[in-house]
């Protein structure tokens, strides 16, 4: 059984800084981990990911130079470093694991979730 756990959430002042952890458990497969982020009402979108194959890394526009994404392949454990944050960043953010290669832009590339953490940035 397949359990993908994150933590880290919280509330924080524009301008600060969080970090989300993940840690997969029960996976054979693991060819990257992704986070995505949904707020009220929207869709849920892509954030950031890492291919562990090569240690790429992938970020959406709207947080690129602003978040970093980090793991451990051999934990499957995945961070999400954010900073300068704004109340734009207010979501519930979500870490999902890749078995196996596709787009890690997508959320349909991805085989488990987790069921989220909440961000809140507060102006």
């Known amino acids: 059984q397949v359990q993908v756990v994150e933590s880290g959430g919280g509330l924080v002042q524009v301008g600060g800084s969080l970090t989300l952890s993940c840690i997969a458990s029960?996976?054979?497969?693991?060819?990257?981990m992704g986070w995505f982020r949904q707020a009220p009402g929207k869709e849920r979108d892509f954030a950031a990911a890492?291919?562990?194959?090569?240690?790429?890394?992938h970020y959406a526009e709207s947080v690129k130079g602003r978040f970093t994404v980090s793991g451990d392949n051999a934990k499957n454990t995945t961070y999400l470093q954010m900073t300068s944050l704004k109340p734009e960043d207010t979501a519930t953010y979500y870490c999902?694991?890749?078995?196996?290669?596709?787009?890690?832009?997508?959320?349909?590339?991805?085989?488990?979730w987790g069921q989220g953490t909440q961000v809140t940035v507060s102006s």
């Open positions: 999902a694991v890749m078995e196996y290669y596709n787009n890690p832009t997508l959320r349909k590339s991805y085989d488990y």
């Open positions: 029960g996976t054979s497969r693991n060819w990257a």
């Open positions: 890492i291919r562990w194959r090569d240690s790429s890394t």
